[in-house]
């Protein structure tokens, strides 16, 4: 079943971006790699997951949030602390474990409406897939340029134990 690969799928990705906040701290989450702090990438990781994974039409932005927050190239004399995007991490989590759970083939074919475009459920997800994972890589090689080393990668060999 399809659904069952994407309830897999999610668990690493959920396991990756775990791994990247076990080598994030209160001081290097603001360093800048690029022309970006890495907090504002994960960021926008964690805003895009919570705003399209799930259904796009009905999502409401987190308390904290404040206009162009989640824009990479966008200053707004905000930030957020380690603190603020681990407990939004949990919740988006938590948000996409609910949904996901209630998946199956069928709902997946599902079509629905992003953006102008009409797409499937599969299609939107696959999508924040590809997003997701291209921000974990960006991370990745902030890390490396930084500090010379990278958060552990899970792959698909890669099992680690539930904490």
Known sequence: ????????????????????????????????AGVFPIWKQ???LLHSMDQNFVNPSDFTEPRFHSKNLNVIFMDTGNS????????YFLAVRKKIETYISGLNDDILEEIIT???????????IIAQFRHIFYHIGYIHCCFKILNGETPEYIGLYKVIPEK
Request: glycine content about 0%.
């Open 1 to 32: 079943m399809i659904s069952e690969s994407i309830k897999k799928q999610s668990k690493q990705i959920f396991q990756n971006i775990e791994a990247i906040f076990d080598v994030v701290n209160e001081e290097n989450i603001f360093n800048m």
């Open 114 to 124: 992003f953006r102008d475009m009409r797409l499937t459920k599969m299609e939107l």
């Open 80 to 87: 957020l602390s380690r603190q603020q995007l681990w407990e």
């Open 42 to 44: 994960l960021y926008h």
